[in-house]
């Protein structure tokens, strides 16, 4: 008798809260996609939050593109499957399926999502800001690959992403890039105009070796003459994910190292762990000059192996100024929202000031974060298939398995084993 009444109570509260969500969208769509109507199209404008809910999906993917009018780094791009997207589950969403974070940080005009049809409606949601804008929304059915952009023309579309042509980077390789193949050295001369120059190295040979970049800069006019300290205009941007950015600032510093090519040279060097996957095959870096410096400087890069390099994982030996080690792998479904939302704020704060140029180079060599790719307990890597991963109060990242073991074994109060902040093991999932 007790148990029919639960499951009354138990529809009647999901049945509310769902309508208590759906209120909160300004307009929604019910989309039906089945074999003979399989590309459905809008354009939306005035709406901050719409919904779209997608029944019948009768093929494989669901693919979702926007096109929009004018740029807007703070449109959120949700979906989830059989409920609405959760704010709270965010920075766990995967990019591409549920949640398009890179073309957001790369402000492009459109945004792409490739969804699972799993018999389950599909529900997506588009948040904009600027409510002046206009979006052309397209949700598609299809049981083939396909990518963001057609990848720009410039790649082969895998069922993980775009595969780019040689000298061509980024998610849906639009942008264009000087390979620098391993044992060669090459001059570039970076003049008044061009601020952002980028560039690629295949790291598959290096797999288990050290790579090792050497940037030597030399003024224009003397050509084998070494510039002193006085000429700091050059920046290297390592970038960590498929995002190209280029307008921003510190505060993605989740995002790429930046180091300052400083008295001339910067020497950086990384060792390439064996187990990359063919997306993280590819170092992308950007040389950035600052366009404050009038003159035309020249750089040469040089390209090798090194394994004569000492790593030390201790933090307290990152002051070592020319030798870098740096952590090339972060998977971009850990990167906390916030971050998003800290540049959304602060791409919004410049573009009120009436500031569009996007060549912000910071003045000061950020000090290297220790961001770790590996489990500062085990040392064994974040990314192993079969160890879920924490990140606790103060955004340290842990297998779960280590950081509740430790948890167990400190006495008293229980602090991070990384920056020493205290943190409640009760608290974690
Ligand atoms: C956004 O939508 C909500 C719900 O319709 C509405 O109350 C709010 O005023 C809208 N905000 C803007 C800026 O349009
Ligand atoms: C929707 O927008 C696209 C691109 O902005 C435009 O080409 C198209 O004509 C628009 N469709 C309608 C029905 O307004
Ligand atoms: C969103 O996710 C959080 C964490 O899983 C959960 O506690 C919350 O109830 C969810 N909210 C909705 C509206 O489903
Ligand atoms: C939305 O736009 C308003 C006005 O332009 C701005 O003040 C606010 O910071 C924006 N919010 C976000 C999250 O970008
Ligand atoms: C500087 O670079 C830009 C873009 O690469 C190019 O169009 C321009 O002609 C260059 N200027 C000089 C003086 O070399
Ligand atoms: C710098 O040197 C290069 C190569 O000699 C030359 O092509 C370029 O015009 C020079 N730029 C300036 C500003 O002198």
Redesign the pocket.
């Known amino acids: 008798m007790l148990i029919p009444i639960f499951n009354f109570l138990l529809i009647i509260q999901i049945t509310r809260s769902q309508l208590q969500n759906s209120d909160k969208y300004a307009s929604s769509f019910e989309i039906d996609l089945d074999e003979y109507n399989n590309l459905w199209q809008k ?1 939306i404008s005035n709406e901050n939050e719409t919904l779209f809910i997608i029944k019948n999906v009768l093929s494989s993917y669901c693919y979702v593109r926007i ?1 929009l ?1 004018q740029n807007d780094p703070s449109l959120i791009l949700m979906a989830d499957y059989g409920q609405f997207p959760n704010d709270s589950l965010i920075q766990s969403y995967k990019q591409g399926e549920k949640i398009d974070r890179i073309s957001s940080l790369e402000n492009r005009k459109n945004r792409f999502l490739k969804l699972q049809s799993e018999l389950q409606d599909i529900y997506i949601s588009v948040r904009v800001n600027n409510t002046d804008n ?1 979006f ?1 929304i397209s949700i598609s059915g299809s049981s083939e690959e396909e990518c963001n952009n057609d990848c720009s023309n410039n790649g082969v579309c895998e069922a993980n992403g775009c595969s780019c042509y040689n000298s061509f980077i980024g998610n849906d390789c639009h942008q264009i890039a000087e390979q620098l193949l391993l044992g060669t050295q090459k001059q570039f001369y970076f003049n008044t105009s061009s601020s952002f120059t980028f560039f690629y190295i295949n790291l598959k040979p290096l797999m288990e070796h050290t790579l090792r970049i050497d940037l030597t800069q030399y003024s224009n006019d003397t050509h084998s003459e070494q510039v002193d300290n006085s000429n700091n205009c050059l920046e290297v941007w390592i970038y960590k994910s498929k995002a190209l950015v280029q307008q921003l600032n510190d505060y993605t510093q989740q995002y790429f190292h930046t180091f300052l090519i400083e008295q001339g040279t910067q020497i950086i060097t990384t060792k390439i762990p064996s187990n990359l996957n063919v997306q993280q095959q590819i170092l992308w870096f950007a040389i950035a000059k600052d366009t404050e410096t009038f003159d035309s400087v020249q750089l040469s890069i040089a390209v090798s192996q090194d394994d004569a390099v000492i790593y030390e994982y201790d933090q307290k030996d990152d002051n070592d100024e020319t030798n870098k080690l740096l952590y090339i792998i972060l998977p971009t479904t850990l990167i906390p929202i916030t971050i998003l939302l800290i540049i959304i704020y602060y791409l919004r704060k410049k573009k009120n000031q009436g500031i569009d140029n996007p060549n912000v180079v910071p003045k000061k060599q950020p000090e290297i974060e220790n961001e770790p790719e590996k489990c500062a307990i085990c040392f064994e890597g974040l990314n192993t298939k079969n160890k879920a991963v924490i990140t606790i109060e103060c955004n340290h990242l842990f297998h779960n398995s280590c950081i509740h073991q430790w948890g167990v074994q400190q006495v008293g109060l229980k602090s991070c084993p990384t920056c020493r902040r205290p943190f409640k093991p009760e608290e974690l999932q």
Request: hydrophobic share 0%; net charge positive.
């Open positions: 354009n096109n009018k206009q052309q």
